[in-house]
Nanobody, 128 residues
Framework: QVQLVESGGGLVRTGGSLRLSCAAS????????MGWFRQAPGKEREAVAA????????SYADSVKGRFYISRDNAKNMVYLQMNSLQPADTAVYYC?????????????????????WGQGTLVTVSS
């Protein structure tokens, strides 16, 4: 069973930065494709970014391209989301997700496929 624990959320002003972290359990973490999702109040969940386990291939939502960066440290079983130039529209609960399905890539997670494991979420609030 894969367990995911997010941290790093908080309150930040418009234009500021935050780095979210996701600690994952599992002996084969390096094989997991990992992703970040978010859900704003009253809105549907949306995919933000994903990264493969095999070669670090990434995928981003258009709304965050050039501002957010996903990375991973397989030695530490960690995934990160560096968020820059934050806007009030980025306010949401951010969730870490993972798949241990070998054939699943970042694009699959971005299309809401193979979403097998979830963290509890961390709140990011961007003030104007």
């Amino acid at each position: 069973q894969v367990q995911l624990v997010e941290s790093g959320g908080g309150l930040v002003r418009t234009g500021g930065s935050l780095r979210l972290s996701c600690a994952a359990s599992g002996r084969t973490f390096s094989a997991y494709t990992m992703g970040w999702f978010r859900q704003a109040p009253g809105k549907e969940r949306e995919a933000v970014a994903a990264i493969s386990g095999s070669d670090g291939t990434t995928s981003y939502a258009d709304s965050v391209k050039g501002r957010f960066y996903i990375s991973r440290d397989n030695a530490k079983n960690m995934v990160y989301l560096q968020m820059n130039s934050l806007q009030p529209a980025d306010t949401a609960v951010y969730y870490c997700a993972a798949t241990s399905t070998v054939v699943a890539g970042p694009g699959d997670l971005m299309r809401n496929s193979y979403l097998e494991h979830w963290g509890q979420g961390t709140l990011v609030t961007v003030s104007s």
